[in-house]
């Protein structure tokens, strides 16, 4: 046997061991077993990497982190169900079934509805090539590269027979026992634990670096199918499920069909019972139709299928009194109502305070203060208010009045039209944004301050040593080398890099800045706009105050004549800068000496109306510096590739990207192309 042949056998192996163990639950070796086979196939492909290929068991992590998630446009949308919350209304649910078939009785697939995050996998010629997320149904989010890092789900189908295109749905889900484990480990490591498995799963799988992703304990059972190309499938959804699980594909072992409303009412019962005793969170059960031709007669409605539906576990409900109405105001500067109410044992817990989303919410549900309330805990540790018991109202009770100033800070507070949220303007000094405001001003794209990690940052303002960004730059050696886990050596480094973040450049600075909606493309349309590109007898210090002075009284007009900025982002820019407290701060920066190079002087734009996506890993620059010199060059680079894309730039491990690239007929680029692009298009400038 020669290495290649070896190599398929242990990949062969491999996929049969991960089959046994989590399709069917009945691994046939020991772990140790499997981890010898998966080492000498590592082994292998090191030596001889010409034989590594994207579906190899070994290839599930590694790609780097993404700058963002493209787009998918689900070829068939992803439906939501409608719900039933009784018996009798599942019952009208079965009556208009067996009406509209005109048969007497219906055999239905009964399967646990799993509280996850529902995915797509795009399987074409038996190989995993895209994972996407549910979205709004009709588009969702790339999350390939973290699906693959997901053990149960196939990076390759067993067996021969499926469909050269094949598009699974199911739900990715957090087990508990793993979600117990996940927030031990947050927080031993100071960091804050999940609220529930949902959220924990829904987070994991939109993590940015799929390494992160490989860490936490995911799982996924899959429960239908969507796109179906050049390939035959049962004519009923129980058999479908049965030969997902045939290829390879990880189906809860509960799903079952049961005959007629009895039978549905029956299986409810059960999974209610065994509620607690699984391994998963679910919310209810779900009942589909099981003959795929019924269902095709039964067609759809709105959103949702005539033929399946949701039967939900009760919320766990109770009464009590509203005493106050807090205001608290998030990390992000949103602001959120928050009922304090009189103490209430609910969904097994003592609560106090409920969430009342935003004003909007409070005014639909007409909340007062003194009134009594009914409090929902289901499944979400964060309990809310359902609704008012309005004949109880008594005579004193207040309405809610929104604060206009924010209660951290004082500064003012912004609704933008159309928004239902409320949010305090004054980023870089209130004191509930601090930490995020200093987090996101030292970030590689804003001022860079190398060593100055998320945890230093905590630190630094728990201890009060930092209240703004501008403190930054009055620590020294001796405070720095006194704090946990920091020698003298690292606070001499970051005293250096804080020095060096000093020379920067008028877009970063504005990015820094933490202005609501001013990314780095509307920082640099800033910067080009105010920044002052002729110096004659003007010292940096005041050149730098000049172009600072200029943005902060450019009226909201004046924004919006600048090329890519509207009304919405003008109007965030205004409110920042009319703020004190941020323009104290800022004064304080450029006392502290931070400074820029003059403006150069617009240049020709040879790349301008161009839209380039870049995928893979490029081996002479990172991809935010290509993005970069292509958007210096008056390109747009965008995250996800439509007919409209003039190319795409393709590194290594290129992937849904690429493909989706070559369907389209948009022409792709390599990383030599793209240099002598940048090349040419600079030395025309």
Same mark, same amino acid.
């Given at each position: 046997?020669?290495?290649?042949q ?6 062969e ?7 046994r163990? +989590?399709?069917?639950d ?7 077993? +499997? ?10 492909e090191?030596?001889?990497?010409? @034989? ?12 780097q ?6 787009e ?5 949308p992803?439906?939501s169900l ?12 079965? $009556? ?11 055999? *239905? ?17 038996g ?7 549910? #979205? ?9 590269l973290n699906?693959?890092t997901?053990?149960? =789900?196939?990076?390759?189908l067993?067996g ?7 598009e ?6 957090m ?32 993590q940015?670096?799929?390494?992160v992703?490989?860490?936490r304990p995911?799982?996924? *059972?899959? *429960?239908g !199918?969507?796109?179906v ?5 049962p004519?009923?959804?129980?058999a479908?499920?049965?030969?997902l699980?045939d ?15 009895d039978?549905c ?12 005793s699984l ?7 779900v009942?589909?139709?099981?003959s ?5 007669? @039964?067609g ?12 939900k576990f009760?919320?766990?409900?109770e ?11 998030g990390r992000?500067?949103? @602001?959120?109502? /928050? ?8 969904? &097994? ?15 639909r549900?007409? /909340? ?5 309330? =009914? ?13 008012? /018991? ?5 005579k ?22 159309g ?8 980023? %870089? ?8 405001? =200093?987090k ?8 860079? !301050? ?10 630094? /303002? ?8 501008a403190d930054? +730059? ?7 080398a #006194? ?25 970063r600075f504005?990015?820094?800045?933490? !202005? ?13 706009a ?6 004659? &007898? ?7 105050r000049?172009?600072?002075?200029? %943005?902060a ?6 924004l919006?004549a =600048? ?11 205004v409110k920042?800068?009319k ?23 617009a240049a ?5 109306g ?12 990172? $991809? ?5 010199r ?18 795409? !730039?393709?590194?290594?491990k290129? #992937? ?17 192309? %793209?240099?002598? %692009? ?6 025309g400038?």
């Open positions: 046997m020669n290495v290649k070896r190599v398929e056998k242990l990949r192996q491999i996929r049969y061991h991960n089959y163990y +989590y399709v069917l009945s691994p046939e070796i020991p772990d140790a077993e +499997y981890d010898r086979l998966m080492r000498e196939l590592q082994t292998l090191a030596e001889h990497p010409e @034989l590594i290929t994207p579906d190899s068991p070994t290839q599930r992590v590694g790609a982190p993404l700058e963002g998630f493209g998918v446009r689900h070829e068939v992803m439906l409608d719900n039933a919350f009784s018996d009798e209304e599942l019952a009208e649910f079965d $009556r208009r079934v067996r009406e509209r078939l005109e048969i007497d009785t219906v055999e *239905y697939a009964a399967e646990p509805k799993l509280d996850g995050l529902a995915i797509s996998l795009l399987y074409e010629d190989v995993l090539v895209r994972g996407a997320t549910r #979205g709004d149904g009709t588009t969702g989010e790339d999350v390939t699906v693959r997901i053990e149960s =789900i196939p990076l390759r067993m021969k027979d499926y469909p050269k295109r094949l699974v749905r199911g739900e990715v889900v087990p508990l026992k793993g979600f117990r484990e996940l927030n031990k480990r947050q927080q031993a490591e100071g960091h804050k634990p999940f609220v529930n498995p949902r959220n924990a799963a829904a987070g994991s799988l939109r940015l670096d799929p390494k992703t490989a860490q995911l799982e996924m *059972y899959c *429960y !199918i969507g796109l190309e050049k390939g035959e499938l004519d009923r959804h129980s479908i499920l049965a030969r699980r290829w390879g594909l990880r189906v809860y072992k509960g799903v079952t069909t049961v005959r007629g409303l039978g009412i029956r299986y409810y019962n059960t999974m209610e019972k065994r509620r607690d391994p998963f969170d679910i919310d209810g059960v009942f589909k139709v099981d795929l031709d019924e269902q095709q007669r @039964l759809y409605v709105a959103r949702a299928p005539r033929w399946a539906i949701a039967r009760p919320a766990q409900e009464l009590t009194r509203v005493l106050d109405i807090d205001v608290q105001v992000t500067g949103a @602001l959120t109502p /928050v009922a304090r109410l009189e103490p209430v044992f609910v969904g &097994g817990v003592t609560v106090t305070n409920a969430t009342l989303h935003n004003e909007d919410e409070i005014r549900k007409d /909340v007062h203060i003194g009134d009594w309330v =009914i409090v929902r805990r289901a499944g979400d540790v964060i309990p809310e208010v359902v609704s008012v /018991v309005k004949d109880r109202r008594p004193d009770a207040k309405p809610f009045v929104m604060p206009k100033k924010c209660p951290v800070c004082g500064s003012d507070i912004e609704r933008v039209e928004e239902a949220v409320a949010r305090c303007t004054g980023g %870089l000094y209130c004191e509930a944004q601090r930490k995020e405001a =200093i996101h001003f030292a970030s590689r794209r804003a001022m860079d !301050i190398e060593g100055l990690g998320d945890k230093l940052v905590e630190q630094l /303002v728990d201890e009060k040593l930092v209240n703004d960004v930054l +730059y009055s620590l020294d050696v001796d405070t720095l #006194g704090l946990e886990r920091m020698g003298r050596k690292s606070a001499e480094n970051l005293i250096k890099a804080l020095e060096d973040s000093k020379h920067t450049t008028l877009e504005l990015f820094a800045l933490g !202005i609501r909606e001013v990314g780095e493309v509307t920082a640099r349309a800033l910067a080009r105010f920044g002052t590109s002729d110096t004659k &007898g003007m010292s940096d210090k005041k050149r730098v000049t172009d600072i002075d200029r %943005l009284k450019a009226t909201q007009e004046a919006e =600048i090329p890519d900025i509207g009304p919405v982002v003008a109007g965030h820019i920042f800068f703020q004190k407290h941020n323009r104290d701060v800022i004064s304080k920066l450029l006392d502290a000496g931070i400074t820029w190079p003059p403006q150069e002087v020709a734009q040879p790349l301008q161009k839209t380039y996506v870049l995928t893979g890993t490029l081996s002479s620059m990172t $991809r935010n510096d290509a993005k970069a292509l958007q210096a060059l008056g390109a747009k680079v965008a995250g996800s590739v439509s007919a409209k894309t003039s190319a795409v !730039i393709a590194g290594e290129a #992937g849904s990207k690429l493909a989706k690239a070559e369907k389209l007929g948009v022409p792709v680029l390599s990383e030599d192309d %793209l240099i002598k %692009l940048l090349e040419q298009g600079e030395q400038t």
